[in-house]
Antibody, heavy 123, light 108 residues
Framework: EVQLVQSGTEVKKPGESLKISCMGS????????IGWVRQMPGKGLEWMGI????????RYSPSFQGQVTISADKSISTAYLQWSSLRASDTAMYYC????????????????WGQGTLVTVSS | DIQMTQSPSTLSASVGDRVTITCRAS??????LAWYQQKPGRAPKLLIF???TLESGVPSRFSGSGSGTEFTLTISSLQPDDFATYYC??????????FGQGTKLEIK
């Protein structure tokens, strides 16, 4: 069974850096894209970006380009989402997802979801 | 940038009702559309991809249709477990956000 297991809840101060993780089971990471989706409190879903672990090809939503960095370590089947300087507006639940992306397309749909990582940024 | 708009934003219905949620795209996304269900405090779950293909394990009371710019998610006979928020998502092309704003399905 495919599983995406995310790192735990984070409470940080504005200006601090943060890196959260998503570990996949099985061969999930060798042949699929992994993405990140943000959900701010009481709000809808926003896709942030996706990464192909085989070669670290990364694509960002224009809304998040330059705001976060998505990376991965295929040797440990883990994808990461990081911030260099958090803001209060980064407070949200962050989900990692497995992306089903067809050849020739820039984006796909999300068939497996991690349990979410809650990030709270407050002074 | 493709914008996805769902209607209604909130829908009140009863167990056994047939309900339809609409998702409109600001430009054609062909049939590259998915639907997700999210319950409070839980991660979203994929229901349908490519407009009408049910994900494995999804009950047959769920169905999807449409093409181009207008799509629908239909639940043929609402069950208690179906009360949740539903999101559509286009994956035809890059845009700032590929999800609709969500439709909350409430118990009447």
């Amino acid at each position: 069974e495919v599983q995406l297991v995310q790192s735990g809840t984070e409470v940080k101060k504005p200006g601090e850096s943060l890196k959260i993780s998503c570990m996949g089971s099985g061969d999930i990471f060798t042949t699929y894209w992994i993405g990140w989706v943000r959900q701010m409190p009481g709000k809808g879903l926003e896709w942030m970006g996706i990464i192909y672990l085989t070669d670290s090809d990364t694509r960002y939503s224009p809304s998040f380009q330059g705001q976060v960095t998505i990376s991965a370590d295929k040797s440990i089947s883990t994808a990461y989402l990081q911030w260099s300087s958090l803001r209060a507006s980064d407070t949200a639940m962050y989900y990692c997802v497995r992306v089903r992306l067809y050849s020739g397309f820039d984006l796909g749909y999300f068939d497996y979801w991690g349990q979410g990582t809650l990030v709270t940024v407050s002074s | 940038d493709i914008q996805m708009t769902q209607s209604p934003s909130t829908l009140s219905a009863s167990v056994g009702d047939r309900v339809t949620i609409t998702c409109r795209a600001s430009q054609s996304v062909s049939t590259w559309l998915a639907w997700y269900q999210q319950k409070p405090g839980r991660a979203p779950k994929l229901l349908i991809f490519q407009t009408s293909t049910l994900e494995s394990g999804v009950p047959s009371r769920f169905s999807g249709s449409g093409s181009g710019t207008e799509f629908t998610l239909t639940i043929s006979s609402l069950q208690p477990d179906d009360f949740a928020t539903y999101y559509c998502q286009q994956y035809n092309s890059f845009s700032r956000n590929t999800f609709g704003q969500g439709t909350k399905l409430e118990i009447k």
